[in-house]
């Protein structure tokens, strides 16, 4: 399978058969000096936005390499997004939720630091500077978990959010709230399998942190008009139940 590399920035009109797409600066220089790509090989090179094209590398120097595209591709954004919004967990088990989200298809991640949340990137001894390399961080763990599932699109992620922003997604006819938690009466696969006569613009999936939601965050989503439901009869870990949930919904919607 072709390795992919991006090129941020780049006009989809560059992508086009017969087109040469150069790949310059940090990508390129890992690109030449770890994946050890040389001229000859095929790969993929995209934008993260949706346009990918297919290759031989033509010329490759110390901080750029060049691809002429015998094919290209242009994948328009979803009609409906599929939301995660992550509470924030110990070690690295927030990271490997947005690293399996990404590989299943995710659109957009949002942190959250849930009442429970161990890990917290705000409060006492904690300035502005914490959050915005917690945000960095997760964009590059997306943007290499994309590039090793050679997706067209990376995923948005967002800055973090609060539980009144949440109820306020709740709140919006437009969106589906859905809170994974095992005090829910239904099932996600069977909530799901009438989601496609729905008008709805956006699924986000909510998941708490290792203690899970508390009594007042269960409440106050529910009131805003979130629904409450399970995966299963068993109870997956913070880093694995989004990811489960999204794989039922990418059935459940003709995406698997």
Same mark, same amino acid.
């Given at each position: 399978m072709a390795n992919l590399y991006y090129g941020e920035g780049l006009a989809p009109e560059a992508f $086009?058969?017969?087109a040469l797409v150069e790949i310059a600066g940090e990508e390129a220089r890992h690109a030449l000096r770890? @994946?050890?790509? *040389? @001229?000859?090989?095929?790969i993929l090179v995209g934008n993260g936005e949706g346009a990918l094209?297919?290759?031989?590398?033509?010329? &490759?120097a110390k901080d *750029?390499?060049?691809?002429?595209?015998?094919?290209?591709?242009? &994948?328009? $954004? +979803?009609?409906?997004?599929?939301?995660?919004?992550?509470?924030?967990?110990?070690?690295?088990?927030?990271? %490997? @939720?947005? =690293?399996? $989200?990404?590989e299943f298809g995710i659109d %957009?991640?949002? +942190?959250? =630091?849930a009442e429970r949340s161990v890990s917290r990137w705000s409060g006492r001894g904690s300035g502005p500077e914490k959050a915005e390399k917690g945000v960095e961080k997760w964009r590059r763990i997306a943007r290499e978990a994309s590039k090793q599932s050679l997706r067209a699109r990376v +995923?948005?992620?967002g800055t973090p959010?609060?539980?009144?922003?949440?109820?306020?997604?709740?709140?919006?006819?437009?969106? @589906?709230?859905?809170?994974?938690? +095992? *005090?829910?009466e239904r099932?996600?696969?069977?909530?799901a399998a009438g989601l496609r006569a729905t008008e709805v613009s956006d699924v986000t999936l909510v998941v708490g942190p290792e203690g899970g939601l508390s009594d007042p965050e269960l409440e106050r989503l529910s009131a805003a008009g979130a629904v409450i439901l399970l995966l299963g009869d068993t109870v997956l870990r913070t880093s694995s139940a989004g990811p489960a949930g999204i794989a039922v919904l990418n059935a459940a919607l003709g995406r698997w």
């Open positions: $086009a058969p017969g770890v @994946a050890r790509l *040389r @001229a000859g090989e095929r094209g297919e290759g031989v590398v033509e010329s &490759a *750029r390499f060049a691809v002429r595209l015998d094919g290209a591709t242009h &994948a328009t $954004a +979803p009609a409906l997004t599929l939301t995660l919004v992550q509470a924030l967990a110990k070690g690295d088990r927030d990271e %490997r @939720a947005v =690293e399996q $989200a990404t %957009r991640i949002l +942190p959250w =630091e +995923p948005e992620v959010v609060d539980l009144a922003e949440l109820c306020e997604f709740a709140a919006n006819s437009d969106h @589906a709230v859905v809170v994974l938690h +095992p *005090r829910g099932r996600l696969s069977e909530w």
